[in-house]
């Protein structure tokens, strides 16, 4: 079976199902089955709809060295913390990527 369209709410060909399911729809598919001689209209739906908080970002080791004053500060001030043990600055993966800090990333 291929799905030879995929169309939002409100696009030409869904205005039936628009009046059905309101805004609890969010795609409609028409699949067709060669064999069969047969196409399928499907939609997705949304069911229920509940709060819910992201998990934190995990933190990575990243390397900056002593004389590096201004990066050091730019890695404290995005919420990294010292870990004297590794020697190594501890900040989220997504506050690394904003500063440009992937190729410093430490392996664990």
Not at 69 to 93: F, N, S, Y
């Amino acid at each position: 079976m291929e799905a030879r369209a995929t169309m939002r709410p409100g696009q030409k060909g869904t205005r039936k199902l628009v009046a059905r399911f309101g805004d609890r729809l969010l795609f409609v598919r028409y699949r067709y089955d060669r064999k069969l001689k047969k196409r399928f209209t499907t939609v997705e739906l949304i069911v229920e709809e509940a709060d819910w908080t992201p998990p934190p970002p995990p933190l990575v080791r990243v390397k900056v060295e002593y004389w590096e004053v201004p990066l050091r500060r730019e890695v404290k001030a995005a919420g990294g913390r010292w870990d004297p043990k590794g020697c190594v600055w501890l900040l989220p993966l997504d506050r690394a990527q904003e500063l440009g800090l992937e190729r410093r990333i430490c392996p664990v």
